[in-house]
């Protein structure tokens, strides 16, 4: 994966390959439900600087700093910059927004994108080394915030044994020019490799054991990030927004969908002795790979370096804090304004705007927000959060009871099971039925206790 995406003359994003939009590879809410997305998220910031304010974390006229990470082609940044001077004047002067991103060829695009924000000061790019995963950054009070970053993240697919101390992981056998490697692919792909962990993978894989998982698509840039973060965020937040799960989510034997993928997805392939998850890697360097993210993992990460789990849940649930209804007949209207801009025409533009809006407020499913937080206690979402350490995690100890029988399995996110049922608005009544009745109890409590 790191190969693919990121080597600095072939990489799919260094390089420049990727392509954003509706006619695309693929396309990203910020891009799609612009500018909503954007005003949404740019709520959240006025209260997290307003939270840090209260607790006494940051002065009233200090700079709270918005640091975006994999900014894409900048409408993320833009929607939020622009929502900011219309609707909070007063904040955006103590607003600094800046912009790690890996890939020369999108820093480039963000910097057409954002040229007025750039001229006047309030946006610009941190140092990073193609070769970097993070950027250099100076210590800052703010959000770090993502959306859709860790998915790219390179993973590895760990499998193990809990009562052996030894780790195998299986790597795809890359070399440094990928178009003639790619040409000349061989008919196994694949190396089998030890290694010995490291601390925090060793702890992270502990907290599964009751679990009892055996195989997991795991990306050891999440520790390196948080150590990052606990470096240069001195107080405030840390949003993620991507798709995936809790860790049984992605421990889930039989997932809805294969929690590797590509895109653009490859035509059918004749290799037999290609193993699933590799099968689809025949362009490396023209797709995007992208994997279902293991979000107590980055709780796990998170708590490590002092940073609590403020909210975790659907992306929509970050509607109910911002007060903003991506439904509403004048929010949709502003969605399709810009979508006919970028040459959409009328029908199909109401059309992508309603589908779009009704797919991150109640549908969206699989696409999650974990917040936390350093510094701040008086910053919500607003809603119920579902579980994501993983000792809070609910496991399924006893028969499920018909009703509920077709919506959730034996093994996966029992949450994320509701939710992709259609079921987001009942799915807490339905956990805290099902563990009265004790079907399901939490992964770090034994029965009775």
Known sequence: MELALYHPTFGYYTAGTVAFGDDAHFWTFPERLSPTFGRVIARHVVAMRQALIDDGALGVDEVFTVVELGAGEGWLADDILTALAEDFADVLPR??????????????????????????????HLEQGAGDLMPRLEPVVGLVLSNELFDVYPHELIRWDPNDSSLSALRLDAGPDLEARAAARGPDPVIHASFAPTELRSDYLAALTPLTPRELLFAPGMDTFFAWVDAHLLRGFVMTIDYGGSAMHCLDPAPALPQLRVYPEPVAHTQTRTPAFVADLLLPGRQDVTVDIDFSHLAFAGRTHGFEVVHFGPQGDLCARAGIDPLDKGERARVVKRLKARGMGEVVAQTRAYETARGFATGSAGFRVLVQARGATRYTVGVVSDAVLPEDLWLVTGPIPAEHAEHIKATGDVASDLDHAGLRASRHERIAALAAAGVIRRAGRTPGH
């Not at 999108?106 to 946006?123: D, T």
């Open 95 to 124: 607003v600094a927004y800046r912009i790690g991103d890996r890939a020369p060829a999108l820093r480039e695009r963000q910097r057409a994108r954002l040229a007025r924000w750039f001229e006047a000061g309030r946006v610009a």
